[in-house]
């Protein structure tokens, strides 16, 4: 789990391909941001940076984010193989 926002492990890396491959997307680092865009492709950051993501508390913060995370779209797609055992908010509430 990254400590703070790390470069190497943002998501933003993967906009090259895409543009690539011409989708159109956009890159956010925000809930909110992510919220308003119109773009048909929205790449949230590393959901790793978020801290609500590790603070699995159902009654609290963890179940918001997941329903702020739920709202942004039609299809989540957790590339975080190795992570899937973890009680993440992204992995168990999501």
């Known amino acids: 789990r990254p400590n703070n ?3 190497s492990l943002s998501t933003k890396h993967l906009l090259p391909w895409f543009k690539a491959n011409h989708y ?3 890159f956010v680092h ?3 941001e992510a919220q308003m865009s119109s773009s048909p492709i929205t ?3 590393n959901v790793r940076f978020f801290p609500e993501e590790c603070t699995l508390n159902p009654a609290g913060d963890a179940i918001t984010f997941a329903q702020q995370l739920a709202t942004l779209g039609e299809f989540y797609i957790n590339d975080a193989f190795g992570a899937m055992h973890r009680n993440d908010t ?3 509430l999501l």
């Open 5 to 7: 926002h790390e470069e």
């Open 30 to 32: 925000t809930i909110k």
């Open 24 to 26: 159109e997307v956009e």
């Open 90 to 92: 992204s992995v168990t």
């Open 43 to 45: 790449l949230l950051d």
